[in-house]
């Protein structure tokens, strides 16, 4: 009740607004944006050391400022939207259902200043559309420096050790890792050796939106 109130009284300050766009829109990808992301190609698969990646979108406007958004802005709803066209557009026959998803952690430190990791909000309804559990023990063991303008060899020396596995054995469990954005793959690289190291059988990366 409160938080209807609430809402409504933002609404009138400050209306919603796309998180493509910024057009006002109470959807928080409007019409105009969602018809311009369902016309964008799907990228190509991806291999990886542990399994494929496979993407959504190829990470370009109004994908690109959505992402942003949902990042950086507080927007959970526009992470839940992109995520929700991510597991539609995902869905066939070159994508089994895995047994469960593990999100990309994020450093306390930065989750703290941010409040909510991204790639959880992601994978929460990834695994709710393919009706698998998410598992939170992956943990990110040391705070890393960002990866923005590294070359891939020194990504990789920045992510190595940064992961690790807090459950029990996977035993031979297929998985999908699940970020906001892959560039290099260095990051989701690592995390899935550590998931393949603690017994998962093969690590698919699913990803938003894939940098090409
Ligand atoms: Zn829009």
């Not at 109004?62 to 959970?76: F, S």
């Not at 093969?202 to 090409?212: E, N």
């Amino acid at each position: 009740m409160l938080a209807a109130l609430a809402r409504l009284l933002l609404d009138a300050v400050a209306p919603r607004r796309c998180a493509g766009c910024e057009a006002v829109s109470d959807p928080s990808i409007c019409p105009n944006c969602a018809a311009a992301m369902s016309a964008l190609p799907i990228p190509g698969v991806r291999r990886m050391r542990q399994g494929s990646a496979f993407a959504g979108f190829e990470f370009v406007e109004p994908v690109r400022a959505a992402l942003h958004r949902g990042k950086y802005g507080g927007d959970r709803r526009a992470l839940q939207e992109l995520a929700a066209m991510t597991a539609n557009r995902l869905s066939g026959p070159r994508l089994f259902t895995p047994e469960a998803v593990v999100a990309l952690p994020l450093g306390p430190r930065r989750r703290r200043q941010r409040g909510y990791n991204q790639a959880e909000v992601i994978a929460t309804v990834i695994a709710e559309a393919r009706d698998v559990p998410v598992l939170e023990n992956l943990a990110r063991i040391r705070n890393t420096r960002p990866q923005t303008g590294r070359d891939e060899a020194t990504r990789r020396d920045n992510v190595a050790g940064a992961f690790a596995w807090t459950g029990s054995a996977l035993g031979g469990a297929y998985l999908w890792l699940v970020d906001d954005v892959l560039t290099t793959g260095a990051t989701a690289g690592a995390a899935a050796a550590v998931l393949a190291h603690a017994g998962a059988s093969l690590v698919d990366v699913v990803v938003v939106a894939a940098v090409s």
